[in-house]
Structure formats: structure tokens, C-alpha cells
């Protein structure tokens, strides 16, 4: 039996080799195999995401382009400009109104002459004031009518309540000569629904959209899908580059394995820029979520693994004892003529088969070599031996 237990013993290291190398490539098979599919499919998002947002600004500009182009409108702020009679005023109050109200998406409109005096407007702004931008929760670097009309770049900004709006601003040309501009604020629907298409983003995934202000920071717009769970605000600043949104909207095109989020949560992450407009796009979802079931295959392959070191296990006892059952049948031969030949002793018992094997035939040839000796002497003995005498040796 101790030969067998060597024997079984000594397939250990082996068998352990085998079943950890196999766990380790497999585990590491699915987990790269994973990240791989994630990876392709973040990408993919934030390409279809971009597009849309893309999509969303050349309407919004349509829509303010729609207004522009209105003919009576433009002779209604020419004529005020003018005159600043009542009669123009309400003309293209009227104007305004209809647009609202044939456009849901379109808060306010406002019309202003070229020294960004309020013409008419959809809300309750007195004719002749002074413009102002509405309050918002951005830093566009500017904060009057010049600023806003030499920006080219999409504004988005939130309103106290929270609501995201865009500004829009266009100049009203009449005969060549600019008469007015128009300032529009709009529900940028395009980014508020896309924001809040969860389709096969799992349980934590989500698509984020983000803006560079003039500080350099960056400002996530449109709704997060958890809210309740952020502990960071909107504002990501600048020198925190390991937020994906603030690689996205300085145009970096990156995947993170793992970084936070605005819940502090790991995730992975494509970040896309949506160039010319400072915008980016990321894509996101939970590390843990994604690596949940790499983890649960993990397991059952330890299981597995358990299994078959335990089957290799009994194959490597049978194998032992098909090779030690002969060992120990002629062991138990040798101790049987030790004990015969009364050199058996307690200490025996502790040695191995070999050990007592090379006790027995040490013992054996010990006898036979005495054996030799013996019949060699014998031999001599009866031998005549030839006289010594005096004349003898001397012929």
C-alpha cells in the first residue's frame, strides 16, 4: 500500500497542472471574449448615436431656417425697425405664435432687432428691451447678443428646472440687408429620446451625450438613467481625464476597460466625437453587469474541474495499483523469508516495498555468498595435498 500511495501521489502534481492550466485558459477565453463583444457593440452604439445627433442639429436648423425665410415676418421687423409701430409688432407676434404652435419642440422665439432690441417675442419680453439669454446651467463664454451670434457651434444649456434647451440664433435678411435676427429656444428632442433608448443595453448600459464649454469642461446633456444614483453633477471638469466624456468631447475615440461613471460605478466605455460641433457621444455599461456571467461560467468550470480532478483522481489509484499490486506480492514474498531467516524486525514495517526487496536480496546474497565460501573451503579440505619434505622440494 505505500508504494501505491506513491505512486497515486506523484500524478498530483500533474493532475493539478492540467485541470488549473485548462481553468485559467478558459476563463481567460471568455473573459477577452467578452470585453471583445462589449467593445464591438459600444462601438456601434455610439456610431448609430452620433448620426442621430447629427441628424437632430440639421433639423433643429431647418426649423429656425423655416422661420427666417418667412417673408412677412422680415417686412414686419423691417417696418418696426422703422417706425416702431404697434401694427408691425403684432404682425410678428402673430408669426411667432403660429410657429410655436405648429412646432411642440419650439419653447420660444424671439425677434430682435440688429442692435438686439426685442421686436416681438412668445413670451411676455416688453418691445424695445434689451435682450438676455435665458438662465442657464452652462458657460458658453459670452453672455450677451454678440456672443450668441458670433458662435457657430450648437448650444445646449439647462434650465433651472432642469429641462435641456438649445439656443438657436439666425439673422432675418430683407433686400440684402440684415433687419433683425431670431433667437429660438427648442427642445433638442433628438438628444432627450436617444438618451433614453435603453434597447439592448442591458440593466445599467446607457448612451451619453456631452458638450465642451468654453472652460474646457465638459457638460452632460440630455436625462441619465439614474439620476437618483449620481454623485457627480453635470459638470465634468477638465482635469479629471479619466471620465470617458471629457475623451469624447476633445475628440479622443477610446474604449475603456474600466472606468467610473457619474455613479461612481466601473464601467466599459466608447467614447466618439460628433466633429465640428464639440459634441461627444459615450457609450456605456457596468463592468460588473457584463462580466457577470464570465464569472458564473468561472464557477461551474471550477465545479467541472473539481470533478475531473477527483474522476483523474481514481483513474490514477487504479493505474497505481495495476503497477504496485506485483511490487507488493513480492514484497510480501521477501518479508515472509525474512522473517524466516529471523532478521525481521519492527523497523521493517516503516520502510517502503523497495527497501524491504533490497533488505531480502541483500540477505539472499549474503547467503549465497557465504554458501560459496563454505563449499570452497570444503572443497580444499578434501583435496590431498602433496608431501613438504626436505627432498621433495629439493628435486
Not at 467578452?34 to 462601438?43: G, P, W
Request: proline share 5%; net charge neutral.
Amino acid at each position: 500500500m505505500r508504494l501505491q500511495y506513491q505512486i497515486t501521489v506523484s500524478f498530483l502534481p500533474f493532475m493539478m497542472f492540467v485541470c488549473i492550466t485548462f481553468g485559467l485558459l478558459q476563463f481567460a477565453v471568455l473573459y477577452q471574449g467578452k470585453i471583445n463583444a462589449t467593445r464591438e457593440f459600444l462601438r456601434a452604439t455610439a456610431v448609430l448615436q452620433s448620426n442621430r445627433v447629427r441628424e437632430g442639429l440639421a433639423q433643429q436648423e431647418s426649423i429656425l431656417g423655416s422661420l427666417t425665410s418667412r417673408t412677412k415676418l422680415r417686412r414686419s421687423m423691417a417696418e418696426w425697425g422703422d417706425v416702431g409701430n404697434t401694427e408691425s409688432r403684432a404682425s410678428a407676434e402673430r408669426i411667432l405664435r403660429d410657429a410655436v404652435t405648429g412646432t411642440p419642440s419650439v419653447l420660444a422665439v424671439h425677434a430682435l432687432d440688429p442692435l438686439g432690441h426685442v421686436i416681438a417675442s412668445t413670451t411676455n419680453i416688453e418691445a424695445g428691451t434689451l435682450f438676455e439669454l435665458p438662465e442657464l446651467i452652462n458657460d458658453f463664454g459670452f453672455k450677451d447678443l454678440g456672443g450668441l451670434s458670433a458662435n457657430k457651434l450648437p448650444m445646449f444649456g439647462h434650465r433651472p428646472d432642469g429641462r435641456l434647451i438649445q439656443l438657436m440664433m439666425g439673422p432675418a435678411v430683407l433686400d440684402d440687408l440684415i433687419v433683425g435676427y431670431l433667437v429660438a429656444e427648442v427642445v433638442p428632442v433628438f438628444i432627450t429620446g436617444f438618451a433614453q433608448d435603453y434597447e439592448g443595453m442591458g440593466q445599467t448600459g446607457e448612451t451619453m451625450i456631452g458638450q465642451r464649454n468654453a472652460a474646457g469642461h465638459a457638460v452632460f446633456l440630455g436625462p441619465q438613467r439614474f439620476p437618483e444614483q449620481a454623485i457627480t453633477g453635470r459638470l465634468v471638469r477638465a482635469d479629471k481625464q479619466y471620465v470617458p466624456i471629457l475623451h469624447a468631447v476633445n475628440g479622443v475615440q477610446t474604449f475603456f476597460t474600466s472606468a467610473p461613471d457619474y455613479r461612481g460605478e466601473q464601467v466599459l466605455a466608447v467614447t466618439r466625437e460628433i466633429p465640428g460641433f464639440e459634441l461627444g457621444v459615450v457609450a456605456k455599461i457596468d463592468r460588473s453587469e457584463v462580466l457577470e456571467p464570465v464569472f458564473e461560467a468561472g464557477l461551474l468550470t471550477i465545479i467541472s474541474l473539481i470533478i475531473v480532478f477527483f474522476v483523474l483522481l481514481m483513474i490514477s489509484r487504479v493505474l497505481a495499483r495495476s503497477i504496485s499490486r506485483p511490487i507488493e506480492e513480492l514484497t510480501a514474498r521477501a518479508e515472509a523469508v525474512l522473517k524466516k531467516r529471523q532478521i525481521w524486525t519492527p523497523k521493517n514495517e516503516l520502510q517502503s516495498e523497495f527497501s524491504i526487496l533490497t533488505v531480502t536480496m541483500n540477505s539472499l546474497l549474503d547467503s549465497l555468498f557465504r554458501a560459496e565460501q563454505g563449499l570452497s573451503e570444503e572443497r580444499i579440505s578434501r583435496t590431498p595435498q602433496p608431501p613438504h619434505d626436505a627432498e621433495t622440494a629439493k628435486r
